[in-house]
């Protein structure tokens, strides 16, 4: 039978052990370091500028918690703890030394404990849950010296009484109890005697006015003079003159108006509790309209509209345009370019006001080339304002001006862009970007591409890859490093092979490590866990599957043990997968398997990773409806919190649990400013609309949309944020072979 500790840690020697031995067990058991220790050792403790935290183990060798007197040492710099941790949470006596310059607090892991002045001494009890006075009552007690003041003694051992008239010289001073004076003023011991109030006033020297002393409520003043109050109520008061007694502006609460004037020929609107607003008459032959919640001074919405009247689609406005601008019968997308704000002597509201009539939507062109807001077809208005013109661009501010600024960069010469072909774009540092497309019988070719004020210069297209490649997807790792898989399967078809190498960028140049096969699959997607790992989603005949790739500068990647999410049959065509980084090691998969009939079924889990091994948690069903499109092609999280999938469905996390939150939006493309603020894509190209994400527990997340920037493309796209979350970048060829970028920044929180 092995040996046992008691809560002294004092070795119990079991039933027939330690033989030939027991004797040395038994003498330290008795000796200094253990019984000796708690009978009348001392242990220094030395504090350095933090709390200290003593234990106790299983062993009959010298320990500091063991010891009856602790003696506290060293610099606390402030006030600190003294813990008693883990063996200690048992019944002893403690003596206390504290040594050191501040108070320090003998605490046990579950206790408030006892607080040992600096420079003190103390006896202390751990009874096991809390430190506590070991003493609080003496029957008797004898002193040394005499109790201080301080303690509530009287610092004197003499039992004399104070005789005032015979022990007593000089004046007692007020914080000894007496007055601090030898004689009162004049009158002062009469109104002592006598408090009236023509006794007060005799004994005072720098009154005013006369009659009796008057208190707080309700006294009967004869003919005051008040001064200039700082504070009064006149609620019982009469015969106040508006024009002289009178300052400020009467507020709307109070029946004016908040204002101090009103603007001549201006209609007046009410505005609740504040101030009166004011429509202005605007141009000439406005009308007063209503938009069902205010009224504004516009043109007429039909008919004659005044101002200028367009139908180019864009427009290019200079300091000498008119202020009414209209579009009607625009044939293309167009843009309405803003002058350049210096360019105008004064500043104010209203500068031009831009109506659309046409069927297409315009954005507005800063003079730097950054798109705005954009106006909407069919009856949409801008109403332009300058707030400032000592900056070409800053000066302007749109209607419900966009949290988003576009701007198109220039474009590249591609090598035979075909309309199925496939892009994508890896945004490797605030200022550089790679691009890639399959090209010229599906080989794959790059660009890079240096971003300096939201326009991207790019370098000639380089043939990267000589193979057969028309699905395509880079995902970065590092300023240098990133993994691109490459796979020619036609309608999703598993008896491809998908390949993926390793990528390093150095300079301009883009170089590809050997490949890594994975046959008989669909790729569906990789995500970034860290600078040297990533996860990996595809699909076979018979399985749903996810690995992690590592990619350290090593001439091959390597690739962890499969993990299969979910074995189906089913046609592999028309299984997805994409997951998300939520989390430090922890994805959440969204994926689906097809139930043979017209839906497909939606689901999720957590995937957890240690090193290269992948486990999964519950599986969560999103859906099992028929027709219902779950197709997760893409995923993002928000936080460590939620996650969601392209189509919409949200997540909300607690460890390796999910919870649906059901549809919460749709067509995710990417995310900016640490995950928070998402772009949304509509069906003909990029329409971007930026939106604002919340969460509570209640809602999970909601969106709240802006003005939308419509850029249009024709053809396929890629989008990507930067590694600072305040950008993203989008490439597209829009006109055959040729490749343009997109710089897409964040300009409002």
């Known amino acids: 039978?092995?040996?046992?500790?008691?809560?002294?840690?004092?070795?119990?020697?079991?039933?027939?052990?330690?033989?030939?031995?027991?004797?040395?067990?038994?003498?330290?058991?008795?000796?200094?370091?253990?019984?000796?220790?708690?009978?009348?050792?001392?242990?220094?403790?030395?504090?350095?500028?933090?709390?200290?935290?003593?234990?106790?183990?299983?062993?009959?060798a010298s320990q500091t918690a063991r010891n009856l007197r602790l003696n506290l040492?060293?610099?606390?710099?402030?006030?600190?703890?003294?813990?008693?941790?883990?063996?200690?949470?048992?019944?002893?006596?403690?003596?206390?030394n504290n040594t050191c310059a501040d108070a320090i607090t003998v605490k046990n892991t579950s206790g408030t404990g006892i607080a040992v002045p600096a420079g003190k001494t103390m006896f202390v009890y751990n009874n096991g849950t809390n430190v506590v006075d070991a003493v609080t009552h003496a029957s008797s007690l004898t002193l040394g010296s005499a109790l201080p003041i301080a303690s509530g003694g009287t610092g004197s051992t003499s039992t004399t009484f104070v005789n005032a008239a015979t022990n007593i010289t000089g004046t007692?001073?007020?914080?000894?109890?007496?007055?601090?004076?030898?004689?009162?003023?004049?009158?002062?011991?009469?109104?002592?005697?006598?408090?009236?109030?023509?006794?007060?006033?005799?004994?005072?020297?720098?009154?005013?006015?006369?009659?009796?002393?008057?208190?707080?409520?309700?006294?009967?003043?004869?003919?005051?003079?008040?001064?200039?109050?700082?504070?009064?109520?006149?609620?019982?008061c009469t015969g106040l003159p508006l024009t002289t007694g009178v300052t400020g502006t009467l507020p709307v609460a109070n029946g004016g108006t908040g204002a101090a004037t009103l603007t001549a020929n201006n209609v007046i609107l009410g505005n609740g509790t504040s101030a009166v607003a004011f429509v202005a008459p605007g141009s000439n032959g406005n009308v007063l309209t209503s938009d069902g919640s205010t009224w504004a001074s516009t043109a007429p919405a039909s008919g004659s509209y005044g101002g200028a009247t367009i139908s180019t689609g864009s427009i290019t406005l200079?300091?000498?345009?008119?202020?009414?601008?209209?579009?009607?019968?625009?044939?293309?997308i167009g843009a309405v370019t803003?002058?350049?704000?210096?360019?105008?002597?004064?500043?104010?509201?209203?500068?031009?006001?831009?109506?659309?009539?046409?069927?297409?939507?315009?954005?507005?062109?800063?003079?730097?080339?950054?798109?705005?807001?954009?106006?909407?077809?069919?009856?949409?208005?801008?109403?332009?304002?300058?707030?400032?013109?000592?900056?070409?661009?800053?000066?302007?501010?749109?209607?419900?001006?966009?949290?988003?600024?576009?701007?198109?960069?220039?474009?590249?010469?591609?090598?035979?862009?075909?309309?199925?072909?496939?892009?994508?774009?890896?945004?490797?540092?605030?200022?550089?970007?790679?691009?890639?497309?399959?090209?010229?019988?599906?080989?794959?070719?790059?660009?890079v591409g240096t971003i300096s004020d939201g326009v991207i210069s790019w370098t000639s297209s380089t043939l990267l890859l000589a193979t057969t490649a028309n699905k395509i997807w880079l995902t970065r790792l590092t300023d240098t490093t990133a993994f691109l898989s490459a796979s020619n399967s036609t309608g999703d078809n598993p008896s491809t092979t998908t390949s993926i190498y390793g990528l390093t960028l150095s300079g301009a140049t883009v170089t590809l490590s050997t490949?890594?096969?994975?046959?008989?699959?669909?790729?569906?997607?990789?995500?970034?866990?860290?600078?040297?790992?990533?996860?990996?989603?595809?699909?076979?005949?018979?399985?749903?599957t996810c690995r992690v790739l590592t990619h350290n500068g090593a001439s091959v990647p390597t690739l962890g043990t499969a993990a299969t999410i979910i074995a189906s049959s089913q046609n592999p065509g028309l299984k997805t997968m994409a997951s998300t980084l939520v989390d430090t090691d922890k994805l959440v998969t969204f994926y689906t398997d097809p139930d043979g009939t017209t839906s497909f079924d939606a689901y999720a889990r957590v995937s957890t990773i240690s090193g290269t091994t992948i486990t999964f948690g519950t599986q969560l069903t999103l859906s099992t409806i028929d027709g219902t499109y779950c197709l997760s092609k893409q995923a993002y999280s928000t936080n460590a919190n939620y996650a969601f999938n392209t189509d919409g469905w949200g997540v909300s996390i607690s460890g390796t649990t999910l919870t649906s939150l059901g549809l919460v939006g749709g067509q995710y493309t990417t995310s900016l400013r640490n995950n928070d603020f998402v772009l949304?894509?509509?069906?003909?190209?990029?329409?971007?609309?930026?939106?604002?994400?919340?969460?509570?527990?209640?809602?999970?997340m909601q969106l709240v949309s802006t003005n939308i920037n419509s850029i249009y493309f024709t053809t396929q796209y890629s989008i990507r944020p930067s590694p600072s979350g305040t950008f993203a970048v989008a490439v597209t060829a829009p006109s055959g072979d040729t490749v343009i970028g997109v710089c897409i920044e964040l300009i409002e929180s």
């Open 1 to 60: 039978m092995a040996s046992t500790y008691s809560d002294l840690k004092i070795e119990l020697i079991g039933t027939g052990e330690q033989s030939g031995t027991w004797g040395t067990t038994t003498n330290n058991n008795l000796g200094n370091a253990a019984l000796g220790e708690a009978i009348t050792g001392s242990a220094d403790v030395a504090f350095s500028s933090a709390d200290v935290t003593v234990t106790l183990t299983d062993t009959n």
């Open 515 to 544: 490949a890594i096969a994975i046959s008989s699959s669909v790729f569906c997607d990789i995500q970034r866990i860290d600078d040297t790992r990533a996860f990996l989603n595809y699909v076979t005949a018979s399985a749903s």
């Open 680 to 700: 949304l894509t509509s069906s003909n190209g990029i329409s971007l609309d930026g939106r604002r994400t919340k969460y509570s527990d209640a809602n999970g």
């Open 172 to 236: 007692l001073p007020v914080g000894n109890g007496g007055t601090g004076i030898t004689s009162l003023g004049a009158g002062v011991a009469t109104f002592l005697g006598t408090p009236s109030s023509a006794n007060l006033a005799t004994a005072v020297t720098d009154e005013t006015g006369s009659g009796s002393l008057v208190f707080a409520t309700s006294p009967a003043l004869t003919t005051p003079n008040l001064g200039v109050p700082s504070a009064g109520t006149l609620t019982s």
């Open 338 to 447: 803003l002058p350049a704000a210096t360019t105008f002597t004064t500043e104010g509201s209203d500068v031009f006001l831009v109506k659309n009539f046409s069927p297409y939507a315009m954005n507005i062109v800063f003079s730097d080339g950054w798109y705005g807001n954009s106006i909407g077809a069919a009856g949409g208005e801008n109403s332009i304002s300058l707030a400032d013109n000592t900056s070409a661009v800053g000066g302007w501010t749109p209607t419900n001006d966009s949290r988003l600024k576009v701007k198109p960069s220039s474009s590249f010469a591609a090598s035979g862009v075909q309309a199925n072909n496939s892009y994508d774009i890896a945004v490797m540092t605030n200022t550089t970007v790679i691009s890639l497309y399959s090209g010229t019988s599906s080989d794959i070719y790059y660009s």
């Open 318 to 332: 200079t300091n000498a345009s008119t202020k009414l601008q209209v579009i009607d019968g625009a044939s293309a």
């Open 73 to 96: 040492t060293g610099t606390t710099g402030g006030a600190r703890s003294l813990i008693l941790g883990s063996g200690c949470q048992i019944e002893k006596l403690y003596l206390v």
